[in-house]
């Protein structure tokens, strides 16, 4: 369960109002109540996210104002080479009247700040844009921005470190990463830090490439991927704590099946099993395992002979598991007594796939156990029926707006993209909007200008600056993984 409020200290792009949204941020950070999921700082607000099972509201105010009174500390001047060519360019320099020498002369002028990171990981949101730059974001996100772009936004300038979504008006390519997982300190720049852009020339730095977090040579082979399905990827119960680098929660979407799964061979919650999407793999098992399947659209077969979800079985070794798909419903998950033996990136072995951490699962890749469980096969626990239509209870959401919010609730909607950032909607239009960038929370309806919405799930970005009228009722949220393009979504008020 997972529950969220924000704290504002000033509105608009306040240096002092970040301060304390950064300091605060970083006391919780440095010792976290148990309970606490995530603390994401922006400009003049910090989102707070929690499990109230753990965790209650009250006590969590509370313990904020047991904080003693601290400022974050100023941070670097850090310089970054950009070539100026970016496929907006031209439109910005019409659109604001400018020659493209004084669009890129106002863009170098201002020492910018480092307000937050988010979207992506390393993304930097740097204000202010001198006034005669200022343009709104695109009235619907672009599908992929080129990693390395620099944007502008409004007040805001910034560098998408990796290909992505995004609406922001691309004006050039910054020479050095801003991001990479692979380098000893993976974030360039941190809340705090000065940027000052200034014009080079030279070749665009390469994509970084995926962290691997598969061993290459388990300690305890069991599983060998003899063909991938569409989407195969091992996760844990999600990545915590991650938000003010702009790191997604990830973890699994339909999170009470992988509890299931687990539940089901002995397995802690958040122990590592595979999650898949429709098109399941084929795998051999290369040792005697006990594992169990929970999740919809599929029928899982071992050697031809039908496996029911909702129980363990054991898995010879030798033996081959595929999975046909069958009635609604996209994903699974397999889970193997001991669970699977992955290495962890800042604190969980889910890969964050826009952040290039982690990869899906390849042909030849061989799955090892975390340990060695000793479980009789045979368990069984019911699993929930999907429902037959898609119902979803909406709470209003930060920018809670009647109009919007009466909009969403007259559907239906149909269902046009589902992944696992989020869940794109066609339907009746719904009026939308943007501000300033603010952390984006879990469930979040965001409907940008061009009225369609999209319902945030958990790789999405951690800030964002789309109009969010409503949330999604975290109980519903696991329906939302079992949805497919085409499907109808009504939304009623929780």
């Not at 099993?273 to 006990?290: M, N, Q, S």
Request: contains cysteine; hydrophobic residues 40%.
């Amino acid at each position: 369960m997972v529950r969220g409020f924000y704290l504002r200290f000033g509105e608009g792009v306040s240096e002092e109002a970040n301060r304390r949204a950064l300091a605060l941020a970083e006391a919780l950070l440095r010792d976290p109540p148990p309970g606490l999921l995530d603390a994401v700082p922006a400009y003049g607000v910090l989102y707070l996210e929690y499990d109230p099972r753990r965790l209650s509201r009250g006590r969590l105010l509370r313990l904020l104002r047991g904080l003693p009174p601290e400022r974050a500390e100023e941070g670097r001047v850090v310089e970054i080479p950009v070539r100026y060519d970016g496929e907006d360019l031209p439109e910005v320099a019409s659109r604001l009247g400018l020659s493209l020498e004084a669009v890129k002369a106002l863009h170098q002028k201002p020492l910018y700040r480092v307000y937050a990171l988010g979207f992506t990981p390393g993304f930097p949101f740097l204000a202010e844009v001198e006034p005669a730059l200022r343009l709104p974001r695109k009235p619907h996100p672009r599908p992929r921005v080129p990693a390395h772009a620099v944007a502008v936004a409004g007040v805001q300038t910034g560098i998408y470190p990796l290909p992505s979504p995004g609406g922001w008006n691309l004006i050039g390519t910054s020479l050095v990463a801003v991001y990479d997982p692979h380098r000893e300190t993976p974030f360039l720049l941190r809340p705090g830090d000065r940027v000052r852009f200034l014009e080079a020339e030279g070749p665009t730095p390469p994509e970084p490439r995926p962290l691997e977090l598969l061993p290459e040579e388990p300690r305890l082979p069991a599983l060998l991927v003899e063909e991938p399905g569409l989407l195969d990827l091992v996760v844990d119960g999600g990545r915590f704590l991650g938000g003010h680098l702009g790191l997604a929660r990830s973890g699994p979407l339909d999170a009470p099946s992988a509890r299931l799964a687990n539940r089901l061979v002995g397995n802690g919650a958040g122990a590592p099993l595979l999650e898949f999407a429709y098109k399941g793999p084929v795998l051999t098992a290369l040792r005697d395992l006990v594992a169990a399947f929970a999740g919809y659209g599929f029928v899982a077969l071992l050697e031809g002979e039908e496996i029911p979800p909702g129980q363990s079985f054991l898995w010879p070794r030798g033996k081959t598991l595929r999975f046909r798909p069958r009635g609604p419903g996209v994903r699974g998950y397999l889970a193997v007594a001991g669970g699977l033996e992955v290495r962890p990136f800042l604190g969980s072995a889910s890969p964050d796939l826009r952040g290039r951490i982690g990869r899906p699962l390849r042909a030849g890749d061989v799955l090892g156990l975390e340990a060695l469980r000793p479980v009789r096969p045979g368990r069984a626990f019911p699993q929930r029926p999907l429902p037959e239509a898609f119902r979803l209870r909406l709470l209003p959401g930060p920018q809670f707006a009647g109009e919007a919010f009466r909009a969403l609730c007259s559907g239906p909607f149909r269902v046009a993209r589902a992944d696992r950032v989020g869940v794109e909607l066609l339907g009746p239009e719904v009026p939308g909007g943007e501000g300033l960038s603010e952390p984006t929370p879990l469930g979040g309806v965001q409907v940008p200008p061009s009225g369609r919405p999209l319902v945030l799930l958990a790789d999405k970005g951690s800030l964002g600056g789309y109009a969010k009228p409503a949330l999604v009722d975290p109980r519903d949220l696991w329906l939302l993984g079992q949805v497919r393009p085409g499907v109808e979504i009504y939304f009623t008020s929780g």
